[in-house]
């Protein structure tokens, strides 16, 4: 079918595709193009940018360890802003102690008893294990 030929629209079926048409056989075409695009998530270029800041950091601390500071604070907000933001809205509904603000509450430790690495280092762990936890839920939920 080319561009120019229109499928008409079915008023039963709630599935948009690129086509323009909404008709049932396209249902399930947007779900398997979703499949390969996890890399496209802002999610993954936060991990991402976090990562490459946490490991210039370390190797930064080996010739200028007084940069590696700089660079771990940032990987740290890149990394850990959802994390910290998530907890303070949940303290607020009064559920204390999920996984967030038991994160919140080790990471902002490590800091205060000058962890640095350890602080930014955990939560890069705990950000991949979120991404690739909730990547095999919505592929479950599609199976």
Excluded at 48 to 55: C, D, K, M, R, Y
Excluded at 60 to 85: C, D, F, N, R
Aim: aromatic share 12%; proline share 2%; hydrophobic share 45%.
């Amino acid at each position: 079918m080319d561009g120019s030929e229109r499928i008409e629209k079915d008023s039963s079926c709630l599935v948009e595709d690129t086509c323009g048409c909404s008709c049932c056989h396209h249902e399930g075409v947007e779900e398997e193009a979703d499949e390969g695009v996890w890399y496209k998530s802002s999610e993954f270029y936060e991990i991402l940018i976090g990562a490459v800041l946490f490991a210039a950091a370390q190797l930064i601390a080996l010739y200028m360890p007084a940069y590696q500071l700089p660079l771990l604070i940032v990987s740290y907000l890149i990394l850990g802003k959802e994390v910290l933001l998530n907890a303070g809205r949940n303290i607020l509904k009064g559920h204390v102690f999920d996984e967030n603000f038991l994160m919140s509450i080790a990471t902002l430790g490590a800091f205060a008893i000058a962890e640095y690495p350890e602080a930014a280092g955990v939560m890069l762990f705990f950000r991949i294990g979120e991404f690739f936890e909730e990547r095999a839920a919505n592929k479950s939920r599609r199976q």
